[in-house]
């Protein structure tokens, strides 16, 4: 039995400190990925503490054959969507005090002289420029690698459809990058 | 112009990708600023989406503290329970899906007949928001005509004609009335008069439940140009009379070879110069049989179609061209043919009206008693066969006394015309069916009084025997050549030609010709002209003329 599924076991005994672990477990990536959505940090804790209600009170419907990463990643999904659905809010364009401190210490680009504030605040917008979907899709992919069949059961699509809203994620980046040099923004 | 390139870093996938194409990207963009852009900004992309940023540090204990921390504890013994049922739904969705699935169609099998009338009926919405069920499927049901919800209905209206027998062309009846034929030229299209929004109107202030619809077999025929926009009129119009909630029973009443117009000049020839019936000859009968299938496949989901009268007053065929047994079975052939195509409508099969002599039998003819040897002289004798279908109906005419009612000879007592009815009405009893009266009139050669109560009699009748009835008819039309008097049973009258036999001056008019002048006075046109139709100078196309009186009886007729 894993560690997650041990934490289940013990929350559906009754043990309260199992769950503020698994909250603890989960609470970054799920602010992250929901903070890369709506832009506000007000916003993605009301959500995410949504989430986790969700979680705990549905806990006993969790089937352990199935990934739990998905399964709260799904919840968090719907949990968005429910709530953009009803708010339709404007988009907001971030500002150069969004960029966190520590995307600059990574290693890892072949470029180092590209890492400039400057660029991940033109890739922040640019990747908040695509659809919600393609915009889901994008961030799962990355943010925990999940697969397309993973993405597929989290987003309620066909398989072959979460891979199609991937490929179209990236070449409307890739279209919206040409535009922006068109207009003298380069990388 | 696009890299070659560009499409291959937009599938690049850093951490599936193999070190040869990692090493051939890198080495392609190191020399390519375009795609090294393209690679930077989706390399950063990946970055930031990844990145990972921090909640607050005790954000935990906010959600501990919204969340119930007893849950789980207090459902202890109810809980292996939960997770047993949740982790069985994959299991339940489809077994309750198909039970679903079963139960549907097992209530559709079952409330079949209901669900196909409710679908049907509501494509065509009644224009009367207080009558909405009022019409609805209607079949037989042992003797009586019978709704969808049970009610047993008695079918009283009237007849429309609809000039089915056609009209006097110029330069062609005549030739035509040379060579011993029937002079009238049957329409291949209805004529626009006989039934406009007018005539709908009248017949449902009327307050009648029916229409027998007449048609000839030429407006159907696969060799007319006008059969489809003939069909589509007729279709039309049976939503029309149901839109008012009146039933329509269609009545091909000229059929092909031998019908009641024709036979005029037919009945005299001797057989083998006689144009046949659709009993005595396969190519009519076919040709028959073929109309009713089109007509039938056309119609048979339109709402309101009470059902479909075969054809109007037959005539029997002599023993030596097959009789009763001919008949019964032609018949037959022609009901199996439409039941094949429409399952569910009424059948009204007639009454034969007249049969052929046979050899050494009395019949007679311009007054004389003849011996018939072997010329098949016409017996007017009627007699109903039975027919296979269990979803039929039987139909008479009732103009009797035939003198009384068509020249205003002779009298009558009610109870020969109560016989008359109740032999046709036992006989439908005796095999479990029902019989109308498919048409029924006085002509206005008789006073009004007397049609009246010629009227009231049949009525208190047709009531005895619970049957059905349609009088005969709406509306025809006058004219010099269209006496209004004896063989004028209309309850309209229409002056269509007026504009080809007088001239209006003033305030009066002139026929066009003496001899015009002269018929018109002698069929007593003239009379029906100068008190109906001729009105402060000008002519009305339409006069219920001195038949308000006819009217109003059948009114309350209805009305009961």
């Known amino acids: 039995m894993n560690n997650e599924n041990l ?134 992919r990355h943010v925990k690698d999940f697969s397309f069949k993973e993405i597929s059961t989290i987003m309620d699509v066909s398989q072959e459809a979460s891979r199609m809203k991937y490929h179209r994620a990236k070449k409307t980046l890739a279209r919206n990058l040409e535009m922006n040099k068109k207009r003298g923004l380069h990388l | ?290 109309i009713w299938e089109y007509v039938v496949e056309q119609l048979k989901d339109t709402p309101g179609l009470a059902g479909y009268e075969i054809m109007c007053e037959p005539r029997l065929p002599s023993e030596k061209d097959g009789g009763l047994k001919l008949f019964q079975k032609k018949l037959n052939n022609l009901c199996s043919a439409i039941r094949k195509v429409d399952r569910n409508r009424i059948i009204f099969v007639p009454e034969y009206q007249s049969r052929e002599a046979n050899p050494g039998e009395k019949y007679y003819h311009e007054d004389n008693t003849i011996i018939d040897s072997g010329e098949q002289g016409i017996i007017w004798e009627t007699g109903f066969v039975k027919v296979d279908d269990s979803n039929v109906a039987y139909v008479f005419q009732f103009f009797d006394p035939y003198e009384y009612t068509f020249y205003g000879k002779g009298d009558y007592t009610i109870e020969d015309l109560q016989s008359l009815v109740e032999k046709r009405a036992m006989w439908a009893r005796t095999i479990g069916k029902a019989s109308l009266v498919a048409r029924y009139g006085i002509s206005r050669i008789n006073p009004s009084q007397q049609r009246v109560s010629w009227l009231q009699t049949v009525h208190s009748i047709f009531s005895k025997f619970n049957i059905s009835s349609s009088y005969h008819e709406y509306k025809n039309l006058v004219g010099t050549y269209n006496p209004s008097n004896d063989g004028f049973f209309a309850i309209y009258g229409q002056y269509n030609n007026w504009k080809n036999e007088i001239s209006l001056t003033g305030n009066s008019y002139s026929f066009l010709d003496k001899d015009m002048e002269y018929t018109a006075e002698t069929t007593k046109f003239k009379d029906v002209l100068d008190r109906f139709f001729f009105k402060d100078g000008k002519i009305e196309s339409v006069s219920i003329m001195d038949n308000e009186d006819i009217l109003n009886t059948l009114k309350d007729y209805w009305k009961n």
């Open chain 2, 1 to 290: 112009m696009k890299c070659n390139y560009y499409d291959k870093i937009l599938e690049f996938e850093e951490h599936s990708a193999s070190v040869q194409e990692k090493d051939e990207i890198l080495k392609h963009i190191s020399s390519c600023e375009n795609c090294k852009e393209l690679y930077n900004m989706l390399y950063l992309s990946s970055v930031y989406s990844s990145y990972e940023y921090e909640a607050r540090s005790d954000f935990y204990k906010q959600v501990i503290a919204s969340v119930d921390s007893k849950k789980y504890k207090s459902k202890s013994f109810m809980l292996p329970v939960l997770i047993f049922f949740e982790k069985l739904k994959p299991a339940f969705k489809p077994l309750i899906t198909g039970m679903s699935v079963t139960a549907l169609l097992f209530l559709i099998i079952i409330y079949r007949g209901q669900l196909y009338e409710f679908l049907r009926l509501d494509a065509y919405p009644s224009k009367n928001p207080y009558n909405v069920n009022e019409i609805s499927f209607l079949r037989t049901d042992g003797e009586n005509l019978v709704m969808n919800n049970g009610n047993n209905i008695l079918l009283n209206g009237v007849n429309l004609t609809n000039n089915v027998w056609g009209n006097w062309v110029s330069g062609v009846s005549e030739k035509l009335e040379a060579e011993g034929k029937s002079p009238l030229v049957k329409p291949v299209v209805q004529d626009s008069w006989v039934l406009a929004d007018v005539d709908f109107k009248r017949i449902e202030d009327m307050g009648c439940n029916s229409v027998r619809y007449d048609f000839n077999y030429q407006l159907f025929d696969k060799s007319n140009p006008n059969q489809i926009s003939n069909i589509l009129k007729l279709k039309s119009d049976i939503q029309h009379f149901y839109s008012l909630n009146i039933y329509t029973v269609l009545c091909m009443s000229i059929v092909p070879g031998l019908d009641t117009i024709n036979d005029t000049s037919e009945n005299t020839k001797p057989p083998l110069y006689r144009m046949k019936s659709v009993f005595e000859s396969d190519e009519y009968f076919n040709q028959w049989k073929e």
């Open chain 1, 7 to 140: 934490l289940i076991s013990k929350i559906l005994q009754g043990d309260i400190d199992a769950f503020s672990s698994l909250v603890r477990l989960y609470q970054n990536q799920l602010f992250s990925f929901l903070y890369k959505l709506t832009h506000s940090r007000e916003e993605t804790e009301d959500l995410l503490q949504e989430v986790f209600i969700r979680v705990y009170n549905y806990l006993y419907k969790y089937n352990n054959t199935y990934s739990f990463s998905t399964w709260i990643y799904r919840i968090t999904y719907n949990t968005y969507n429910t709530a953009y659905k009803k708010k339709k809010s404007q988009p907001v364009s971030y500002s150069i005090d969004d960029i966190p401190q520590k995307l600059f210490s990574l290693e890892g680009c072949p470029e180092k002289s590209f890492e400039t504030k400057e660029q991940y605040l033109t890739i922040m917008n640019l990747i908040d420029s695509l659809n919600s979907e393609q915009k889901t899709v994008f961030l799962l």
